[in-house]
């Protein structure tokens, strides 16, 4: 199908950064819409940041300023860099796309994937 692969995540001190990397793979026919979101302890996911294939974006109010997201459509990937690192950062990130696959090779159908999670910690 749509199988979706994070890697990047990490211990950071605060003020430091990292970058988030996502590559997609599977019976790709068009990927449109990748973000990241992301789950601390006791809450529930929420939108860090998004980008569509044309290039869009769309971040949430408390990463605006601090965090990049970015594509390259030609790998399938979707990266996030984040800089300025705060504890409040502390989450499992995940990666997440939709698009079309092709099932049985020539059947085209609507998918909405997610990857495994990677841990950000951010912490002296």
């Known amino acids: 199908q749509l199988q979706l692969v994070e890697s990047g995540g990490g211990l950071v001190q605060p003020g430091g950064s990292l970058r988030l990397s996502c590559s997609a793979s599977g019976s790709i026919f068009s990927i449109n819409g990748m973000g990241w979101y992301r789950q601390a302890p006791g809450k529930q996911r929420e939108l860090v940041a998004t980008i569509t294939s044309g290039g869009s974006t769309n971040y949430a109010e408390s990463v605006k300023d601090r965090f990049t997201i970015s594509r390259d459509n030609a790998k399938n990937t979707v990266y996030l860099q984040m800089s300025g690192l705060k504890p409040e950062d502390t989450a499992v990130y995940f990666c997440?796309?939709?698009?079309?696959?092709?099932?049985?090779?020539?059947?085209?159908?609507?998918?909405?994937?997610w990857g495994q999670g990677t841990q950000v910690t951010v912490s002296s």
């Open positions: 997440n796309a939709e698009g079309t696959i092709l099932y049985r090779g020539n059947l085209h159908v609507p998918v909405n994937s």
